[in-house]
């Protein structure tokens, strides 16, 4: 079982940045897709961005593409996602998730583990 703890979500204003970051139980990186997901209030949770176990590969939501950034750092077993020029739309419940697979995985449905969920409100 994987131990995943988020952090960094808040409140900011449309246009400005935020960096979340997960902290995972990992000790084989390279065994785990890892992602960030979000759910807004009476919408399905989405993809948001993802990274391949061997970290080589990306998946951005059309929606985040140029503006997210999905990172990890395999020595401090974190996970981050740099989120910049932040929209209202980007308003939702922010999650980590990680599942053991060499493959690049978009959907939430494949996600075996996951955080408890931090909070990003961005206002106009």
């Known amino acids: 079982q994987v131990h995943l703890v988020e952090s960094g979500g808040g409140s900011v204003q449309a246009g400005g940045s935020l960096r979340l970051s997960c902290a995972a139980s990992?000790?084989?990186?390279?065994?785990?897709?890892m992602g960030w997901f979000r759910q807004a209030p009476g919408k399905e949770r989405e993809g948001v961005a993802v990274i391949s176990s061997g970290g080589g590969s990306t998946y951005y939501a059309d929606s985040v593409k140029g503006r997210f950034t999905i990172s990890q750092d395999r020595v401090k077993n974190t996970l981050y996602l740099q989120m910049n020029s932040l929209k209202p739309e980007d308003t939702a419940m922010y999650y980590c998730a990680a599942v053991r697979s060499p493959y690049l995985l978009r959907a939430a449905r494949w996600y075996d583990n996951w955080g408890q969920g931090t909070q990003v409100t961005v206002s106009s």
């Open positions: 990992i000790y084989t990186y390279s065994d785990y897709c």
